[in-house]
């Protein structure tokens, strides 16, 4: 079984910073990806930003600059920077783990998500 849970959103004002933090548990054996996604209302799930083999990071170009992602493997956890907040930012926050468990398949693993709401 494994768990992933967020935290750290809420609100914020324009131009403001969160950080949020993504926790996995449970028998992992290998981590492939870890990521965060984010959902505006009525919208499809986007990639926000991702660490691909531990090495590769990919931006959502919208957030190029202002959010950085790391990863600390020995704690299967993974965090997103959030700097220069801008309305638009506003959306639910999901962390996406994909690994696998023993020797069995790569699986994605999703997080409940955490609100992050950029207002005045």
């Known amino acids: 079984q494994v768990q992933v849970l967020e935290s750290g959103g809420g609100l914020v004002q324009p131009g403001g910073s969160l950080r949020l933090s993504c926790a996995a548990s449970?028998?992992?054996?290998?981590?492939?990806?870890m990521g965060w996604y984010r959902q505006h209302p009525g919208k499809q799930r986007e990639l926000v930003a991702r660490i691909i083999s531990g090495v590769i990071t990919n931006y959502a170009d919208s957030v190029k600059g202002r959010f950085t992602i790391s990863r600390d493997n020995a704690k299967n956890a993974l965090y997103l920077q959030m700097n220069s907040l801008k309305p638009e930012d506003t959306a639910v926050y999901y962390c996406?783990?994909?690994?696998?468990?023993?020797?069995?398949?790569?699986?994605?693993?999703w997080g409940q998500g955490t609100q992050v709401t950029v207002s005045s």
């Open positions: 449970g028998s992992i054996f290998s981590i492939n990806t």
């Open positions: 996406l783990l994909i690994g696998r468990i023993g020797a069995g398949p790569y699986r994605e693993y």
